[in-house]
């Protein structure tokens, strides 16, 4: 396999193209809304028609708009039918010819739409994730094929750095130097990783991508293991997304037959591997070393850094782990150059960032937007705001790592700075929101409890502070705490964000902080007067002047 | 083996390369809070008492693990320092059920210790009070789930000094424990040599031999202090 | 001079910390002397009055006779002293807590192991229901100052009140708190 034969399989491709296609979606959302059905219904009624010549049904990733599936898209024509059910398949083919259907239109023309931006997801709804060959035709593997044969390991490094690509596994840090590190270290195994554990309540854009393009991931990881010298991948993704599995498993086979994984990949001088790990579902095992401690069969509870990964990871060589995102944004960085990429979003966030929009809003589902873009044009103008006409109180990002923006604030700009500022952060790209209805010390409670259910329970402030944290939530909510509580949990927020071990306990707090600084009314409204006057210096450890005269 | 000069607490200290900060500490006769850390064994970061302040690092970094660095000013007794310490005390009483007055460990506990030293008079959490079994099932040694404060000291001596890798944790959070085996009693262990080292490597009265009643417990570090010398310094301790 | 007005109650406690308390011998003659001991359960009063100066308070909060009268006393005192590890820290009076509810522990007593006419009594206002949980003191009220043991030792009494008489402050340090 090389360019030439790229090619022509992506000639081949165009070339049997049927006029009319009718894409359905087969990624999680709508599968799990009988998509499945759906699709084989249309294939049959598409078959009777006598159409089979001129119409394809082909099977899609996610077309953003989840929360109307099972969603079927007609090319040319462009219409998006929504909410499609299997009876429907007739008349939708009898529509293509000029007949009548009563099946819902989706508008897109809706800024839901319109304001979209695809990189990660320019494939995702467009090509069929289960074949190779849709991929290459979607310029796939080109990338890969540059970076080998015209691209020294640094260069694509230095494109990299350019872009200002950062990691949207949460934390931001820029991938170009990630890479850098890694490939400057002097070892004869290096690994790269792609962290697939996606565990942020709500979120579920890598799976997005793993079921609707997984060649995409697989070839940014390729060009990354080229740059950094590493001969082996693993992707590690939770159990929960069996179809992701199955779909990259596929993807692999299929890279694999066609020289694009393996040795000798495009018949350069280089070899790389990928293998799948399924973690069990813990969401500490998306933190890097505990991730790693999990591959290698340990218990996946996360060490100390330093050593980091770069230095010393899995096996105890040089690793690299990005994100699925991150990864998936390199093919076109490599493809369409850095300045190109580095021309989208703000100063410092470049690209785009995917999310999935969830809670208590109109338009649910996927969204990809340049970074930059504020959250009041993603929550007013694309989710189309509340439903039921209620209002918008707050958005939050980031997860239980994240913190909640209030409606007050809604023209912050999404990028990594903005929304730390805000005491909240970009996070892997969960964005719920929230109405008038919500109860904020709820809210922060409901993150608490998931934070203290995923602890791994080795170090005190995380294992042992989160479980108090929640019971002085608790407590405040059965309105049995006084403002002596709230001081405590005021302390003991700051006792766990400086002192856990890793970024679960480091961030747990977070939704607490966020929750007080915008909502401490909805706090204080809670407490209760303390009984008796305390006629000392109450609780604190300090020495007192004496009370009793 | 190159050297290193630091301060700690505004004291000249020098150290050999690849020492951690609690070493050097140590080494000048600086008192860090531990309480995960066992000589001998690989540390594990966990307990979060050795943190200390770096001057130009933002994060708290924990000496057990930290490598000394040339210039590298630590602080080791801050206000702030000195509340979390407290705190992380009060957490680990809170968190399971410690009754000193009829501890087989009252009055030689290291945790009892740590909290007299820390000033920590009382707890301002909630207790938990959870429900903990004891295993007495060992012919010579018992396991007092109320009192285990998690260090993972007994796993790692149990695996890297004894080499029978009886003892681990199971569960996470809250609801982590020490188990034997594969969860069983720890007296139906076919793998556990009953070499007692788990037992002087605890620092709490969790870990204790039987047939000790309250303040009874005595530990016997030199067994382990001996082959860890051995091992590591190819020296025998007379 | 002006006695300070001194209290010592027990609450769910073993009367262990009071023992400790007249262990202090002859200083309680000098301390008779600094205080006036407006109630104790050595003293012959029925109701806490108001504005004590100092109360130590022996033993947990276990049932709903302590639960009433240890907001009446934080009420009335100005310093509040959590005196022992039970009141402090709930200690061996909370050691029914990990079984969640009192009936396991009535039904044990007074039930399982009893010879003759096994009954759990039951006589609103002579015996008073048991709390389900056993709290430390602070987990009720605020508490000023501590003073763990078990008992604590009669010395560490001492060291605490003189202080507090000579208005030194009311927190003790060092091997003064440690418990057990
Ligand atoms: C508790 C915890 C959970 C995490 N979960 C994930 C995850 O599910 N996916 C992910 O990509 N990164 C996760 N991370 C971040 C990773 O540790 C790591 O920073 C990231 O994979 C690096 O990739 P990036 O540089 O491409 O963002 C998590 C971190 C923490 C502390
Ligand atoms: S912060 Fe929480 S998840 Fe992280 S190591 Fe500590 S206990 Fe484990
Ligand atoms: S282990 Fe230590 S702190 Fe716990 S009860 Fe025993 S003596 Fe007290
Ligand atoms: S006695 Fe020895 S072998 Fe047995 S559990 Fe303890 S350390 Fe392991
Ligand atoms: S049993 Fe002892 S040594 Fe083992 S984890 Fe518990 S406290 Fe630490
Ligand atoms: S899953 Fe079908 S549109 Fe997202
Ligand atoms: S001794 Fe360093 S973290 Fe426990």
Request: glycine share 8%; proline share 6%; charged share 25%.
């Given at each position: 396999?090389?360019?030439a034969?790229?090619?022509?399989?992506k000639?081949?491709?165009l070339?049997?193209?049927?006029?009319?296609?009718l894409?359905c979606?087969?990624?999680?959302?709508?599968m799990s809304?009988n998509g499945?059905?759906?699709?084989?219904?249309l294939?049959?009624?598409?078959?009777?028609?006598?159409?089979?010549?001129?119409?394809e049904?082909r099977?899609?990733?996610?077309?953003?708009l989840?929360?109307?599936?099972?969603?079927?898209a007609?090319d040319?024509?462009?219409?998006?039918?929504q909410k499609?059910?299997?009876?429907?398949?007739?008349?939708?083919v009898?529509?293509?010819k000029?007949g009548?259907?009563?099946v819902?239109?989706?508008?897109l023309?809706?800024?839901?739409?319109?304001?979209?931006?695809?990189?990660?997801l320019?494939?995702?709804?467009?090509?069929?994730?289960e074949?190779i060959?849709s991929?290459?035709?979607a310029?796939?593997y080109q990338?890969l094929?540059?970076?080998?044969v015209?691209?020294?390991?640094?260069?694509?490094i230095?494109?990299i750095?350019?872009?200002?690509l950062r990691?949207r596994?949460g934390?931001?840090?820029?991938?170009?130097?990630?890479?850098?590190?890694?490939?400057?270290m002097?070892?004869p195994?290096?690994y790269?990783?792609?962290?697939?554990?996606?565990?942020?309540?709500?979120?579920?854009?890598?799976r997005?991508v793993?079921?609707s393009?997984?060649h995409r991931?697989l070839?940014g990881?390729?060009?990354?293991a080229?740059?950094?010298?590493?001969d082996?991948?693993f992707?590690?993704?939770?159990?929960?997304?069996?179809l992701?599995?199955?779909?990259?498993q596929?993807?692999i086979k299929?890279a694999?037959?066609h020289?694009?994984?393996?040795?000798?990949v495009l018949?350069?001088a280089?070899t790389?591997?990928?293998?799948?790990?399924?973690?069990?579902g813990?969401?500490?095992?998306?933190?890097?070393?505990a991730l790693m401690?999990?591959i290698?069969?340990e218990?996946?509870?996360?060490?100390?850094?330093p050593?980091?990964?770069?230095?010393r990871?899995?096996?105890?060589?040089?690793?690299?782990?990005?994100n699925?995102?991150?990864?998936?944004?390199v093919?076109?960085?490599v493809?369409?150059g850095?300045?190109w990429?580095a021309?989208?979003?703000?100063?410092?966030?470049?690209?785009t960032?995917?999310?999935?929009?969830?809670?208590?809003?109109?338009?649910?589902?996927?969204?990809?937007?340049p970074?930059g873009?504020?959250?009041?044009?993603?929550?007013?103008?694309?989710g189309?705001?509340?439903?039921?006409?209620?209002q918008?109180k707050?958005?939050?990002?980031?997860?239980?790592s994240g913190g909640?923006v209030?409606a007050?604030?809604?023209d912050?700009?999404?990028?990594y700075?903005?929304?730390?500022?805000?005491?909240s952060?970009?996070?892997s790209?969960?964005?719920?929101?929230?109405?008038?209805?919500?109860?904020?010390?709820?809210?922060?409670?409901f993150?608490?409890?998931?934070?203290?259910?995923?602890s791994?329970?080795?170090?005190?402030?995380?294992r042992a502070?989160?479980v108090?944290?929640?019971a002085?939530?608790?407590?405040?909510?059965r309105?049995?705490?006084?403002?002596?509580?709230?001081?405590?949990?005021e302390?003991?927020c700051?006792?766990?964000?400086?002192?856990?071990?890793?970024?679960?306990?480091?961030?747990?707090?977070?939704?607490?902080?966020?929750?007080?600084r915008?909502f401490?009314?909805e706090?204080?409204?809670?407490?209760?007067?303390?009984?008796?006057?305390?006629?000392?210096?109450?609780?604190?450890p300090?020495?007192?002047a004496?009370?009793?005269? | 083996?190159p050297?290193?000069t630091?301060?700690?607490?505004?004291?000249p200290?020098s150290?050999?390369?690849?020492?951690?900060?609690?070493?050097a500490?140590?080494?000048a006769g600086i008192?860090?809070?531990?309480?995960?850390h066992?000589?001998?064994?690989s540390?594990?970061?966990?307990c979060?008492?050795?943190?200390?302040e770096?001057?130009g690092?933002?994060?708290l970094?924990?000496?057990?693990?930290?490598?000394?660095?040339?210039?590298?000013?630590?602080?080791?007794?801050?206000?702030?320092?000195k509340?979390?310490?407290?705190?992380?005390?009060?957490l680990?009483?809170?968190e399971r059920?410690?009754v000193?007055?009829?501890?087989v460990?009252n009055?030689?506990?290291e945790?009892?210790?740590?909290?007299?030293a820390q000033?920590?008079d009382?707890?301002?959490f909630?207790y938990r009070?959870?429900p903990?079994?004891?295993?007495i099932?060992h012919?010579?040694f018992?396991?007092?789930?109320n009192?285990?404060v998690l260090?993972?000291?007994?796993v790692?001596?149990?695996?890297?000094?004894e080499g029978?890798?009886?003892?681990?944790?199971?569960?996470?959070?809250?609801?982590?424990?020490?188990?034997?085996d594969?969860?069983?009693?720890?007296g139906k262990?076919e793998?556990?040599?009953?070499c007692?080292?788990c037992v002087q490597?605890?620092?709490?009265?969790?870990k204790f031999?039987?047939g000790?009643t309250?303040?009874?417990m005595?530990?016997?570090?030199?067994?382990?202090?001996?082959i860890?010398t051995?091992r590591?310094?190819?020296q025998?301790?007379v | 001079?002006?006695?300070l007005?001194f209290?010592?109650?027990?609450?769910g406690g073993c009367?262990g910390?009071?023992?400790?308390?007249?262990d202090?011998?002859?200083?309680?003659?000098?301390?008779?002397?600094?205080?006036?001991?407006v109630?104790?359960?050595?003293v012959?009063r029925?109701?806490?009055p108001?504005n004590?100066?100092?109360c130590?308070?022996?033993?947990?909060?276990a049932?709903?006779?302590?639960?009433?009268q240890?907001?009446?006393?934080r009420?009335?005192?100005r310093?509040?002293v959590?005196?022992?590890?039970?009141?402090?820290?709930g200690?061996v009076?909370?050691?029914?807590?990990?079984?969640?509810?009192a009936e396991?522990?009535?039904q044990?007593?007074?039930l399982?192991?009893?010879?003759?006419?096994?009954?759990?009594?039951q006589?609103r206002?002579?015996v008073?229901p048991?709390?389900?949980q056993?709290?430390?003191?602070?987990?009720?009220v605020?508490?000023?100052?501590?003073l763990p043991?078990?008992?604590?030792?009669a010395?560490?009494?001492?060291?605490?009140?003189?202080d507090?008489?000579?208005?030194?402050?009311?927190?003790?340090?060092g091997e003064?708190i440690?418990?057990g």
């Open positions: 396999m090389d360019l034969d790229l090619l022509e399989i000639e081949k491709e070339r049997t193209r049927k006029p009319i296609r894409r979606c087969l990624a999680a959302g709508c809304s499945q059905a759906v699709k084989d219904s294939d049959k009624a598409v078959q009777e028609a006598g159409l089979a010549d001129e119409v049904v099977g899609v990733g996610c077309m953003r989840c929360c109307e599936g099972p969603l079927v007609v040319p024509a462009g219409i998006l039918y499609v059910a299997p009876e429907d398949a007739a008349s939708i009898a529509a293509l000029g009548e259907t009563q819902s239109r989706g508008d023309n809706h800024p839901f739409f319109t304001k979209q931006m695809s990189i990660v320019e494939n995702s709804g467009e090509i069929d994730p074949r060959e991929y290459i035709a310029d796939g990338a094929n540059d970076a080998l015209e691209m020294e390991p640094k260069e694509v230095d494109a750095l350019k872009s200002g990691g596994g934390a931001g840090y820029p991938t170009g130097l990630k890479w850098a590190t890694v490939a400057k002097q070892s195994k290096k790269v990783i792609c962290n697939a554990d996606e565990g942020d309540p709500g979120a579920f854009m890598d997005s793993l079921e393009d997984p991931l070839e990881m390729a060009i990354a080229y740059a950094v010298g590493a082996q991948g992707i590690y993704v939770r159990a929960e997304y069996p992701a599995i199955s779909r990259l596929t993807a299929q694999k037959q020289g694009l994984l393996g040795s000798g018949e350069a280089f790389f591997n990928v293998e799948i790990r399924i973690g069990a813990a969401f500490v095992c998306g933190e890097e070393t401690a999990s290698e069969g218990r996946g509870t996360p060490r100390p850094r050593p980091f990964p770069a230095e990871g899995l096996y105890a060589s040089p690793t690299l782990i990005n699925v995102e991150t990864f998936a944004n093919p076109s960085i493809r369409k850095a300045e990429f021309g989208i979003g703000t100063e410092k966030s470049k690209g960032k995917v999310f999935a929009l969830a809670g208590k809003i109109t338009n649910t589902g996927l969204i990809e937007v970074m873009t504020s959250l009041r044009t993603i929550v007013e103008e694309m189309a705001g509340a439903p039921d006409g209620n918008v707050a958005v939050q990002t980031g997860g239980p909640c209030p007050s604030e809604l912050t700009p999404v990028d700075e903005s929304l730390q500022q805000l005491g952060i970009m996070g790209g969960g964005m719920i929101v929230m109405d008038q209805t919500t109860n904020m010390v709820d809210v922060a409670r993150f608490m409890d998931f934070c203290m259910d995923e791994c329970g080795k170090c005190i402030p995380c502070g989160t108090q944290l929640h002085l939530l608790d407590r405040i909510l309105r049995q705490a006084t403002a002596r509580d709230l001081g405590l949990l302390e003991l700051d006792l766990v964000k400086h002192t856990s071990l890793c970024g679960l306990g480091q961030t747990a707090p977070n939704p607490v902080l966020s929750t007080l915008f401490r009314n706090y204080l409204e809670l407490l209760q007067p303390e009984i008796g006057a305390p006629a000392g210096p109450g609780n604190a300090k020495p007192d004496n009370p009793t005269r | 083996m050297v290193r630091l301060t700690i607490d505004g004291k200290v150290a050999v390369e690849g020492q951690t900060v609690l070493d500490a140590q080494d008192t860090i809070p531990t309480l995960c066992l000589d001998g064994v540390d594990v970061g966990a979060r008492l050795c943190l200390v770096v001057t690092v933002s994060r970094l924990p000496a057990c693990v930290t490598k000394v660095t040339e210039g590298m000013e630590v602080r080791t007794e801050s206000e702030r320092l509340r979390y310490r407290r705190m992380i005390l009060e680990l009483f809170a059920n410690h000193c007055a009829v501890c460990s009055g030689r506990c945790l009892q210790n740590l909290a007299v000033g920590m009382h707890v301002r909630a009070f959870p903990y079994e004891v295993d099932t012919r010579m018992g396991m007092d789930h009192r285990c260090c993972s000291r007994c790692r001596v149990c695996w890297f000094i029978a890798a009886t003892k681990n944790v199971a569960g996470r959070g809250a609801g982590a424990r020490i188990i034997t594969l969860s069983q009693p720890w262990s793998t556990c040599t009953s007692g080292k490597a605890c620092p709490t009265g969790a031999h039987k000790s309250v303040a009874e005595e530990r016997d570090r030199s067994r382990l202090e001996f860890v051995a590591e310094k190819k025998w301790i | 001079m002006d006695r007005t209290a010592t109650v027990w609450l009367s910390c009071h023992m400790s308390f007249l202090l011998d002859e200083w309680l003659v000098d301390l008779a002397d600094m205080v006036e001991v109630y104790s359960p050595i012959d029925k109701e806490y108001e004590v100066a100092v130590l308070i022996e033993g947990a909060v049932n709903e006779d302590n639960l009433e240890v907001k009446l006393i009420a009335r005192t310093l509040l959590s005196f022992g590890d039970c009141a402090v820290t200690n009076t909370a050691m029914r807590n990990p079984l969640r509810t396991p522990v009535l044990r007593a007074y399982d192991t009893a010879n003759l006419r096994p009954r759990i009594p006589a206002g002579i008073p048991l709390l389900d056993v709290l430390p003191v602070h987990e009720v605020p508490v000023d100052s501590f043991g078990c008992p604590p030792p010395d560490r009494i001492r060291t605490l009140l003189q507090v008489i000579a208005g030194k402050g009311s927190l003790l340090s003064n440690r418990f």
